[in-house]
C-alpha cells in the first residue's frame, strides 16, 4: 500500500448551467482511513465523487489521486468504484462478469475469492438480470475489489439491500480494511456512518459543512433530547420554554430537542404529569440536521 494521501481536492468547483453543484471542496483522504460522504440529495456528493474517479472534470480547482490524476490512478488499478447504479450485462453469468472485468486488469483478485469476499459464490452461475437488486449490489461490489486496489470508491452501496444484507456487506468491508485499503463512500444511512467510518464529511450546496469523526461531529450540537409520556401536553408551553428547539408528538409521548435539558425536566416534573422519561444526547443525525439547519441559517443571511 502507498502511503501517500489517498486523495487530494484543492479548491474544486463545478457548475451545471446555472447550479452550482460543487462550490470551492478541499479534502484530503489520508491512506487507510474509512471516510463516510453525507448530505442531502443535491449536496453535491455525487459530483464530488465523479470528480475523483476523472468522469467530470472540475471547472477550477485540482483533484489528485494517489499523487496523480484520477485516470492515471484507476488505470494503474488503484482505484475499485462500486456506483449505485451502472451498466452491466444483464444476459451474463455472474461468473461470466467477473472474469470479463478480470481481464482488464494486471494483477486481479482470483475471481473465486472476489465473489467468497462479496458473499455471492452460490450466484456464480446466475444471470444477471435473475438477482434482486441488493445481489446486483454485492456484485458490483466483487467487481470494486478486482483489481486489489488501494482505494475503494462506495456510492449509496447499500441501496436495495434489506437489513441482513447490508449487514453482510459491511462485514465484507470491515475485512477490504482490515488489509489497510482506503475507503470513501457516501451514504444516506446515518447509522452506517456512525459505526462504519472513521471520518465523516457533511456537504451541503456543494460545500463541505463539517468534518470530524462521529464523535466530533456529535460534539459539536450541544443539547440534549427528552422523550416523556405526557397526557394533555401543552404543546406551546413547552415549546415556549427557554433552551427548547424543538416539539414534537407521537400520541401521548412528547420528543423534546433542547439546549438546557435540566430547566425542561424541572418543568415537566413540576407542572406535568409527565412519566416514563429518558433524556439522551444528540445523535449523528440530530448533528446532521441540526448543522444543516445553521448552515441554512448563515446561507440566507449571507444572501441578505
Not at 161 to 181: I, K, L, N, P, Q
Not at 184 to 209: C, I, P, Q, W
Request: proline residues 4%.
Amino acid at each position: 500500500m502507498t502511503t501517500t494521501s489517498a486523495v487530494s481536492l484543492t479548491g474544486v468547483t463545478k457548475k451545471y448551467g446555472a447550479v452550482q453543484a460543487v462550490a470551492g471542496v478541499d479534502l484530503t483522504i489520508r491512506a487507510g482511513e474509512v471516510v463516510a460522504l453525507l448530505g442531502p440529495n443535491g449536496a453535491g456528493k455525487s459530483t464530488t465523487i465523479e470528480m475523483l474517479l476523472g468522469l467530470v472534470r472540475p471547472d477550477q480547482g485540482n483533484v489528485q489521486v494517489y499523487g496523480g490524476t484520477p485516470t492515471d490512478a484507476i488505470t494503474k488499478g488503484q482505484v475499485g468504484v462500486m456506483l449505485q447504479s451502472g451498466g452491466i450485462i444483464e444476459d451474463a453469468k455472474v461468473g461470466e462478469l467477473l472474469n470479463l472485468v478480470a481481464g482488464l486488469h494486471t494483477n486481479p483478485m482470483p475471481v473465486q475469492e472476489a465473489l467468497e469476499s462479496a458473499g455471492i459464490a452460490d450466484l456464480t452461475d446466475r444471470k444477471m438480470k435473475g438477482l434482486s437488486g441488493g445481489q446486483k449490489q454485492r456484485v458490483r461490489f466483487a467487481m470494486a475489489i478486482l483489481p486489489q486496489p488501494d482505494l475503494i470508491v462506495l456510492d449509496e452501496p447499500t441501496t436495495g439491500m434489506d437489513v441482513e444484507s447490508r449487514r453482510d456487506f459491511w462485514a465484507s468491508m470491515h475485512a477490504e480494511t482490515a488489509r489497510g485499503r482506503t475507503v470513501l463512500f457516501a451514504t444516506h444511512y446515518l447509522e452506517e456512518a456512525d459505526s462504519y467510518a472513521d471520518r465523516v464529511v457533511l456537504m451541503r450546496n456543494g460545500k463541505v459543512v463539517a468534518d470530524g469523526t462521529s464523535a466530533q461531529i456529535k460534539a459539536s450540537v450541544s443539547g440534549r433530547t427528552i422523550r416523556a409520556t405526557v397526557p394533555g401536553a401543552d404543546l406551546a408551553a413547552l415549546a415556549s420554554l427557554p433552551g427548547v428547539r424543538n416539539v414534537e408528538t407521537r400520541g401521548d409521548v412528547v420528543l423534546l430537542q433542547c439546549a438546557d435539558s435540566d430547566d425542561t425536566l424541572r418543568y415537566l416534573l413540576n407542572n406535568t404529569p409527565a412519566h416514563d422519561i429518558e433524556v439522551t444526547s444528540a445523535d449523528l443525525e440530530d448533528a446532521v440536521l441540526a448543522i444543516s439547519a445553521g448552515s441554512a441559517i448563515k446561507e440566507r443571511e449571507t444572501l441578505a
